[in-house]
């Protein structure tokens, strides 16, 4: 699991590479961490990788917002900016399941049917997955 140290760190050695790009995306990065530690440390509850994941593809999600107003705008710098930050928050993003690993997760499910299968993927696999992936093979185990 990331860890803020480790973010902290590299946000530490992107500032020092002058890497405008990398600083920026990393300090939204921290700043995000450690809002949701504080939140799950006044639930009497500890940081878990789901959150993490959740970090990231809340700042995957907001850039990738932000690169389409930026493009609509003709902004080319600004949407080369953005896609270098993109790339660099999708490399702390672990490898989504393939389709030959969510088909024998759900073999070795005893309910396959869809809701079964959605709920078992959201909550054991959440974040690891592509969801809309997981349906449309979940819909093609509900035809056989």
Known sequence: MLTLKELKIE?????????EDKGNVLGVLV??????????????KEMEEADV??????TLKELSDEREMYQK???????A?????IAIVKAYLPTLMGEE????????LPDKSIK????????D??????MALVNRIAREYQVK
């Open 125 to 130: 696999y959440n974040g690891k997955a592509d």
């Open 31 to 44: 700043s995000a961490y450690q809002l949701a530690e504080i939140e799950k440390k006044a639930s009497g």
């Open 53 to 58: 994941l959740r970090i990231l593809n809340h």
């Open 116 to 123: 079964s299968i959605m709920v078992a993927f959201k909550t």
């Open 11 to 19: 946000k530490m050695k992107a500032l020092k590479e002058h890497d």
């Open 101 to 108: 690993e969510i088909r024998k997760v759900i073999d070795s």
């Open 81 to 85: 900016s953005c896609d270098a930050q």
């Open 73 to 79: 705008g003709g902004k080319d710098e600004e949407v």
